[in-house]
């Protein structure tokens, strides 16, 4: 991240009655690659027993609680508040980067109303968020794979071996056919390299993949674990990737 990264405005919207409180910590860590977040909110209805944990949070991590009751029996009006909200950062010119903690499908018109901007926006829920949702996010990340990797990467004790391979999910044929796609559409050179950072961004401009849904941090690490790809890091750090079958 360089140092303009850094000074982007960010702003994470929480639905509270559709996102983790225990995924808040890796999420903020995630989004510091969009830049700052200054601007942080949860909505909800805050007279229910199940948002405790959630407004527990509102202090320690400097979050903006934001009260919709609930007009409708067995719905909620935070979807509306939320995207009114959103609409508004956006068109203020304020706001760089977006982060929108939901499960929520109906928060796929309002990702996709963003990004016609130009403007990054992260999703972040569980495994079964709609799939609609998740594509019309910049990245969507699984909650429930960067909580485990925040727990992987706490150190252990002492009395217990470190060097044990990290568990990953299955890298599965649609991946595999994504990165193989995105190889053959990259720019290649004599020997058949293309760079890792081209390749990524090709693979993300047509979903919504993100390397940490497959319990790796960063996209080199996955591509290491793909037995159809050879790396090679040249002078300067930059990673290459030959396709090799």
Known sequence: ??????TRNVA????ADNASPHALD???????????????????????????????????????????????????????????????????????????????????PLAMRIRQDGIP???????????AFKQACTRFIDVAALTSEAKEEKPAPASTPTDEPRKSRAIDADLLHLLVDAYNAAKRDERGFVSLSELGRRAGNRS??????????????????????????????ATFVKRVH
């Not at 994470?12 to 639905?15: A, K, S, V």
């Not at 926006?121 to 799939?131: H, I, L, N, R, W």
């Open 208 to 237: 919504s993949f993100d390397a940490r849904n497959y319990g790796f941090q960063r996209l080199s690490d996955l591509i290491e674990a793909v037995p159809n790809f050879q790396t090679e890091r040249r002078e300067g750090g």
């Open 1 to 6: 991240m360089n140092g303009q990264d850094e």
């Open 121 to 131: 926006v992260y999703g972040f829920g569980g495994a079964k968020t709609p799939e």
């Open 12 to 15: 994470l919207l929480i639905d």
């Open 26 to 108: 890796p999420v903020l860590t995630v989004l510091a690659e969009l830049g700052t977040v200054n601007i942080r909110r949860v909505y909800g209805n805050w007279r229910k027993q199940s948002l405790k944990s959630w407004a527990d949070l509102t202090l320690k991590h400097g979050i903006e609680p934001h009260q919709q009751f609930d007009l409708t029996k067995g719905k909620n009006a935070t979807d509306m508040k939320m995207t009114i909200d959103a609409m508004d950062l956006l068109f203020s010119g304020r706001v760089e980067g977006f982060g929108i903690m939901s499960s929520d499908s109906d928060f796929m």
